[in-house]
């Protein structure tokens, strides 16, 4: 399946990094990279994550890399990577587009 990231996703990873390179760069970069290789391999296996609890929806999914959620839907031929965030944050319903 294809991997689509909206834009709010790739900024919230890019900003997360950031943040994380404030301390330790080279923290930055391993976590960036599991975030990137914990979805790609949803390519082979999309419904590997869980439904989020908040939405409730079967093709909203997310997969947890450390401390952060990575909040996906599965579509016919893609999968849309829609927002990454803290595991402490809870997913508001506006935040996952309409289609």
Do not use: C
């Not at 919230?12 to 970069?29: E, G, M, P, T």
């Amino acid at each position: 399946m294809k991997i689509t990231w909206s834009p709010l996703a790739v900024d919230q990873v890019r900003d997360i990094a950031a943040y994380i390179a404030l301390d330790k760069s080279a923290v930055a970069i391993q976590w960036a990279e599991k975030i990137f290789n914990s979805v790609e391999l949803l390519s082979e296996h999309p419904e590997s994550g869980r439904v989020v609890s908040e939405i409730n929806r079967k093709e909203i999914r997310e997969i947890v890399q450390g401390n952060y959620r990575v909040i996906y839907k599965i579509k016919q031929k893609e999968i849309l990577v829609l927002v990454v965030k803290s595991y402490r944050q809870q997913l508001k319903e506006n935040e996952i587009k309409k289609e």
